[in-house]
């Protein structure tokens, strides 16, 4: 059903999205992802490479015309310290400039989730991310509500996350700063990337609530981690906004 609404979707060019597995990643398809990555974001082949062969599929955007690439997205699941529940871990999200605003990662993250849950269909799921300021706006402002990492809430739960995303970290040789809470990613944005956007994009709430956890964001090569639950007002938020971003018409103004 969700891949039927990336057909339907009115946008030219058409994009289609192909799932492939860790065990299947070759070093060839690595390569192709990083130098799509590195245009946008400045980061080594091997610290990307750590990083994709640590997630268990990524999520690849092609041009139908072309079969180029012009987005990806990384996932895999993990378990966590509470009754019940799982994680599941949003790895590096990359979408070429021309192909944003069109629910792409939404369509990912939904794809994943349904596919899990299917796995595991009496398990509570939490979504996990250490993310850019971008993907960090583009998740939280197509959801109902979400949470900023807390490094010192010591509740169950907030014990239980600490943990997961101090794991998340050290698989992909991030280094946490147990203070202010943030990731150290290594991952430094290029002016130019920070040049396509206008300034009322970063006057956008999300923006600034981004800004507020980690106000040196375009220099400091550090991410902010939030998480969320799937829960039926989520879900619902989700779906809705990736249906209107798929099905908008081309040039329809957009707010994201």
């Not at 966590?80 to 949003?90: D, F």
Request: net charge positive.
């Amino acid at each position: 059903m969700l891949q039927h609404l990336l057909r339907l979707s009115r946008h030219s060019p058409a994009v289609d999205m192909e799932i492939v597995r860790r065990e299947v990643l070759s070093d060839a398809l690595i390569r192709e992802l990083h130098a799509v990555s590195n245009s946008l974001m400045a980061e080594e082949l091997e610290h990307f490479r750590v990083h994709a062969l640590s997630n268990e599929v990524v999520h690849i955007f092609r041009r139908t015309d072309t079969r180029s690439i012009v987005g990806f997205q990384f996932w895999k699941t993990a378990p966590i310290g509470l009754p019940r529940s799982r994680i599941i871990l949003g790895g590096k999200l990359r979408i070429l400039p021309e192909f944003r605003n069109r629910g792409l990662h939404l369509l990912s993250g939904l794809t994943f989730f349904v596919q899990e849950k299917l796995r595991n269909p009496r398990s509570r799921h939490y979504r996990l991310s250490i993310a850019s300021l971008f993907g960090f706006v583009s998740i939280t402002e197509a959801l109902a509500r979400y949470h900023i990492f807390e490094p010192h809430l010591r509740t169950e739960e907030g014990n239980a996350l600490r943990e997961a995303f101090r794991t998340l970290a050290e698989e992909s040789h991030f280094r946490v700063d147990e203070e202010r809470g943030l990731f150290f990613v290594n991952i430094y944005m290029k002016p130019e990337t920070l040049g396509r956007f206008s300034p009322d994009y970063f006057n956008r709430p999300a923006a600034r609530a981004y800004a507020t956890v980690n106000p040196e964001f375009r220099t400091n090569g550090s991410y902010v981690g939030f998480w969320f639950r799937f829960t039926p007002d989520n879900l619902a938020s989700l779906t809705s906004a990736t249906v209107r971003k798929l099905l908008r018409a081309p040039g329809a103004g957009s707010r994201s």
